[in-house]
C-alpha cells in the first residue's frame, strides 16, 4: 500500500526511514490502545502520504499536523484511541464525518474494510483531494462524500459505527438516525471546551453515553 510516496518527490527521507519512523510512532501510541488490531492498522497506513508534502518529515511525530484550509490531522495516538473506543470489528459498516486528507479513514478501513467505510468532509477541496490520495495509496474503495456531516450519510445507512473528527455541540439527529440500534457513535462534543464522547444507541433510539475526557479538535463547519 505504499506507492511511491517515499521516493517520488526527489530528494527527501528514503522510504525505510518511513517505516522506522512509523514504527517508533506505534511504540509510542500503544500503551494507549488494548486491541491489537488497531495497532496494526497504523502499521498498515503511510501517514506521510496523507500529509501536505512540506510536512512529511514530521508525519510520524505523534502531534497534529496542518492540512490546509484551517483544519488539521489528528495526532496518532488520537486516532489510535478513537479506533480502540469504537471497538470496531471486521466487515462492520462504518460512516466518518471530517474527512480531512483520508488518513483516518485509511486506519478504519485496515479494520473494518475499504468498502465499509463512508466519510463525508465539508471542504471541497480537502474531499477531491482525499478522494485522490486514497485512491493512489490504495484505498479506493473507501467512499468519500462532499457536504455536510451533519446530515451523516442516508444511502449507505444503516451503520454499525460513527465517529466524528470535528467537534459537534452535540450527535446530530441525522447521524444518530443512522446507526443501527446497539450501533456505537464517538464524538468530541462540545466547542471551546470539548469531551470526547461514546455513546450506545439503544432499542429506544436514545443514547447511553460515555465521557472520555477533554478533547481539542476543530470545530464543526457550516
Ligand atoms: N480525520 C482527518 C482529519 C480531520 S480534521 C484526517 O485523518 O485527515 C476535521 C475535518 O472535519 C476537516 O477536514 C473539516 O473540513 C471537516 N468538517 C468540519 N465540519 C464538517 C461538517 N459539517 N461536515 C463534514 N466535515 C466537516
Not at 159 to 171: L, S
Amino acid at each position: 500500500m505504499f506507492g511511491n510516496f517515499g521516493s517520488s518527490s526527489g530528494p527527501g527521507p528514503d522510504p525505510d526511514d518511513f517505516e522506522a519512523a512509523r514504527e517508533q510512532m506505534i511504540r509510542t501510541v500503544a500503551p494507549r490502545v488494548d486491541d491489537d488490531r488497531v495497532l496494526e492498522a497504523m502499521e498498515s497506513v503511510p501517514r506521510h502520504a496523507f500529509v501536505p508534502s512540506n510536512r512529511r518529515d514530521s508525519a510520524y511525530e505523534d502531534r497534529p499536523l496542518p492540512i490546509g484550509d484551517g483544519q488539521t490531522i489528528s495526532a496518532p495516538h488520537m486516532v489510535a484511541i478513537m479506533a480502540d473506543e469504537l471497538d470496531l470489528e471486521d466487515d462492520e459498516d462504518v460512516l466518518e464525518i471530517g474527512t480531512g486528507r483520508g488518513y483516518h479513514a485509511a486506519v478504519t478501513a485496515e479494520i473494518v474494510g475499504e468498502e465499509n467505510v463512508y466519510t463525508v468532509e465539508y471542504g471541497e477541496e480537502l474531499a477531491e483531494r482525499a478522494r485522490e490520495r486514497l485512491a493512489d495509496v490504495g484505498y479506493e474503495g473507501i467512499a468519500v462524500r462532499t457536504g455536510d456531516g451533519r446530515e451523516g450519510w442516508a444511502e449507505h445507512a444503516p451503520y454499525d459505527a460513527a465517529y466524528f473528527t470535528c467537534a459537534a455541540p452535540d450527535f446530530p439527529d441525522s447521524v444518530v438516525e443512522q446507526v443501527r440500534s446497539g450501533g456505537r457513535l464517538l464524538a468530541p462534543i462540545g466547542s471551546r471546551t470539548q469531551t470526547l464522547v461514546e455513546a450506545t444507541k439503544r432499542d429506544d433510539g436514545r443514547l447511553e453515553r460515555t465521557d472520555h475526557g477533554g478533547v481539542r479538535f476543530v470545530e464543526l463547519r457550516g
